[in-house]
């Protein structure tokens, strides 16, 4: 079992920036992939970012290229999500997840095995 705690959501202005934190315990990490996932009201869950905990490889969706960075601590089993320059179009509710998952497959929040409880994030325009 991994446990999940996600922090740092919050209310910012647009081209403002926000760093999302998630806490991961219960097992060890080295095969798993850690990603962020985000849902908007009235729409569904979608990709933002993933990281591999054995070598740090990373992949990000293209509405968050540029803007957004993933990385992971791993002396504090926490991966981060570092938000910058951001759009109304960002608010959304954040999702941590993690499972053991190939690459081709990071973006499907399907093949997640533990989810956080999420963080909100608001970005006022």
Request: charged share 20%.
């Amino acid at each position: 079992q991994v446990q999940l705690v996600e922090s740092g959501g919050g209310l910012v202005q647009t081209g403002g920036s926000l760093r999302l934190s998630c806490a991961a315990s219960g097992r060890t990490f080295f095969s798993l992939v850690m990603g962020w996932f985000r849902q908007a009201p009235g729409k569904e869950r979608e990709f933002v970012a993933a990281i591999r905990w054995s070598d740090g490889g990373t992949y990000y969706a293209d509405s968050v290229k540029g803007r957004f960075a993933i990385s992971r601590d791993t002396a504090k089993d926490t991966v981060y999500l570092q938000m910058n320059s951001l759009k109304p179009e960002d608010t959304a509710v954040y999702y941590c997840g993690a499972g053991i998952i190939f690459s081709q497959s990071v973006a499907s929040g399907r093949e997640y095995s533990y989810w956080g409880q999420g963080t909100q994030v608001t970005v006022s325009s």
